[in-house]
């Protein structure tokens, strides 16, 4: 199975969320799926960490941030100037973990660059759980089977096999947590 929308590259440890469909395969692109709004959180606070940390120390200053970060001087100081949050960074993305290290303009850059490509992430997940269901449909389960195993309801089994997007995916695309 090819996925719809391509796994961005720095989620490449997720790879192996892709393959032969399985109701295990289904529960785990649900489960990621999930953990993306957390994840979000935990990337927008060690950018501002970081962003905060390089300007405290005068390691850089907001041109140079803007810059490398590929963003508005503005933007640098918005994400300096918000509000810390205490996060964790969800299990399934331990992998990211290195990006929470000493502020550095390499790790702005990269922090930045995965904040970026959460949303194409979530594509990524929701293109591959449907195709999942899809072929789960198609096999030996039947709605009710999946919506058990989901822990969803049969009419969201249905929703999930048409590409519709359910309330945590619909707050992603408004670009909320």
Known sequence: MTPITPL???FAFLA??????TLERAQALTRTSKDVAPLRSWLAE????????LL????ADRATLAET????????TVVSCAKPREVELPGRFAALAHLAG????????????TALAARPLLAWLRDERQRTVRALLDGPYDRAEIGTALGVSVQR?????AGHRGPWARGQARGGS
């Open 8 to 10: 961005p590259a720095e």
């Open 69 to 76: 970060m590929g963003v508005a001087k503005q933007t640098v």
């Open 56 to 59: 405290t120390s005068k390691a």
């Open 46 to 53: 060690q950018r501002r960490r970081t962003v905060r940390g």
């Open 157 to 161: 089994v249905s929703d999930i096999a």
């Open 102 to 113: 000493e502020p550095t303009l390499e790790q702005a850059a990269e922090v930045t660059r």
């Open 16 to 21: 192996g969320l892709a393959g032969e469909p």
